[in-house]
């Protein structure tokens, strides 16, 4: 009888997890929603088959399912980093290829990472790199790993899309929270989902009712 309410409430708390997905440069696996919270999405080696990455003018296209956030980017120059202290620099502070910075709005959004200006030791044409993605969206810290080769030939393919979400800095009639955008808006976000999109809509109509649910379920215990 526990078991099952706690097997019930654990599984509505997963399904109100929102969190953000890494699209460019591919993570090292597919997505995990409930392993986000671990280091690189809990995929702890790196990738063999590497993704080439521009030495300058890169950028990072990232799905944001918070409506405010944070993101900062840590670089690796580990062939495979397994840990957080991989990504410090010798004097053990966080190596940043990007510093933290708030975001908002939920959606695609594309940042600039143009890791030549960075100045950090190692970072050239032909070196492995990790960059670890640290977002906080107000529940907790989330990351995914990209594993890198590094080239000042190769250029961002015309395949990665590169605009901004919801709120983007250059279209403020874009930041209307309410009304028929909102609701286009959901949509929309939920067809760029593969996984859970289904229950990416149920949340909106279900949190309301989730508070309500959970003090009845703690009454029965
Ligand atoms: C980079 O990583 C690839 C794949 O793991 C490896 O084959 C290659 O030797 C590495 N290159 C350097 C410069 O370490
Ligand atoms: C690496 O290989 C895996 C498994 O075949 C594939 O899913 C993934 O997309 C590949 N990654 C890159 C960066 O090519
Ligand atoms: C990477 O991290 C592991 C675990 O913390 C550590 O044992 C290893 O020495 C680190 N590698 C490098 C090259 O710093
Ligand atoms: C998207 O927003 C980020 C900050 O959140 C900004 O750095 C970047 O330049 C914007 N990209 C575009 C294409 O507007
Ligand atoms: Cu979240």
Known sequence: MHFTTLTLLSSLIATVNAHFQLSYPPPRGPFVDDSEVNFCDNYVHAVSNRSEFPLSGGVVTLNSEHTSWSLGILLSIVQDPTSFSNFTTSSGQQQLARNFASGSGEGQFCIPLDLSSTGISGVQNGANVTIQLVFNGGDGSLYQCA????????????????????????????????????????????????GNSAS???????????GLLLAALIATL
């Not at 809509?201 to 009712?209: L, Q, S």
């Open 200 to 210: 990416g809509i149920a949340i909106t109509g279900f949190a309301g009712g989730f």
């Open 147 to 194: 594993d890198l080769t590094l080239s000042n030939s190769f250029t961002i393919p015309s395949s990665v899309s590169c605009s901004n979400g919801t709120s983007s800095s250059s279209s403020p009639s874009a930041t209307s929270p309410s009304g028929p955008q909102s609701a286009s808006k959901t949509s929309s976000t939920a067809s760029t989902k593969t």
